[in-house]
């Protein structure tokens, strides 16, 4: 639900990192932290457990720059992305503007990326959005481990809707920006149609 | 769009933040806030200091959501207010239909005074809350402001300064 304000003249949308437990949704996010300038950005909460697991979610907040006098502002957020979470998880999609679904290309997480993937859709239409109509992204990550599906399979297996598909090594940044770029344009292009 | 965008014109903003005012004078309350339930700040008033109002009202949205989460579980529908007392600083939390109510408050103030009062203040924030999204809905006001943007404006958002 994106939130404008004329009186700080401010545009903010939410973003949310989707994908199975341990893809790289919080390295995304730890990522653009460390490489955004400090007025851009505000804090980095992350609600996780003492094995720096997500519990909840992770969250920061980050300025774009100004478009027709009004400060884009996008919120990340992602999801915890272990199975019994499924609660908190599905919590956090409220109000979702853009969705980036970060898949783990190891052959052996491919049936866990199979399965967040249809649990995002079914998140979503629990809120009566649908994944078709939403921004959407679909980062392929760790591209640097050596037991990797190749990508062109793994587009074939997890592509909705002829989405942007990005490769990323999110722990050396490779792709991240690349893929906040894609989602955070078509968030934009959508409120041109408003 | 998930759904239509909610906007916020000034004047709505100067009668949101006088009602917070109101309501901070009336409860000696340190800081009051105004979320929407999605975690983004409507307007805040009051003792700011150095807090990260930005973080505060995202953590707020995921603690009534969690909390929200818990009452369905139990057959309830939601809790409408939470409280949360601290040895020095407390927060009182209560859920407005779309929007929460944040009073952050000390020991100049007390947990039943601070209820009352945002209790108090609770049917005008309703009503103007969903005058303000059948505004949105309606798009009364006139177009907003990213309507018709150029491929080149948000190209600039990403380019290098």
Not at chain 1, 7 to 33: D, F
Not at chain 1, 157 to 168: T, Y
Not at chain 2, 1 to 18: D, G
Not at chain 2, 101 to 117: E, I, N, W, Y
């Amino acid at each position: 639900m994106t939130f404008i304000n004329y009186a700080s003249r401010e545009i903010n949308c939410k973003i949310v990192y989707y994908g199975p437990g341990l893809c790289g949704k919080t390295t995304n996010l730890q990522y653009i932290y460390d490489s955004t300038a400090p007025q851009a950005k505000g804090k980095l909460i992350s609600l996780a457990t003492e094995a720096d697991r997500t519990l909840f979610f992770d969250f920061m907040p980050l300025e774009l720059g100004t478009v027709r006098g009004f400060k884009t502002r996008f919120h990340l957020y992602t999801v915890p992305g272990q199975v019994f979470y499924e609660a908190s998880r599905k919590l956090i999609l409220k109000g979702v503007d853009g969705v980036v679904f970060v898949a783990d290309s190891q052959e052996e997480r491919m049936d866990a990326n199979i399965e967040s993937l249809y649990n995002l859709e079914e998140n979503l239409r629990a809120y009566g959005y649908e994944l078709m109509k939403l921004p959407y992204v679909l980062q392929l990550n760790k591209r640097d481990l050596p037991n990797v599906i190749g990508s062109q399979d793994l587009t074939h297996e997890l592509q909705r809707k002829g989405e942007p598909v990005i490769e990323a090594v999110a722990s050396t940044g490779a792709g991240v920006f690349d893929t906040l770029k894609a989602v955070a344009k078509q968030v934009l292009t959508e409120l041109r149609k408003s | 769009m998930t759904n239509s965008s909610i906007v916020l014109r000034e004047s709505r903003y100067h009668h949101i933040k006088a009602m917070l005012a109101r309501l901070r004078l009336d409860s000696s309350a340190r800081l009051v806030v105004l979320v929407d339930k999605d975690g983004q700040q409507i307007a805040v008033h009051g003792e700011l200091g150095n807090l990260d109002t930005t973080s505060l009202a995202s953590l707020a949205a995921g603690n009534v959501a969690a909390t929200g989460g818990m009452a369905k579980l139990i057959g309830e529908n939601e809790f409408p207010t939470l409280s949360h007392e601290g040895e020095k600083e407390s927060i009182h939390i209560s859920v407005i239909g779309r929007v929460l109510l944040l009073v952050v408050f000390d020991d100049r103030s007390s947990l039943g005074l601070v209820k009352l009062r945002s209790k108090q203040i609770s049917h005008e924030l309703a009503k103007t809350f969903t005058e303000i999204e059948e505004e949105s809905a309606s798009g009364a006001g006139g177009p907003l402001p990213f309507n018709g943007i150029t491929d080149e404006e948000i190209d600039s958002l990403f380019s290098p300064a």
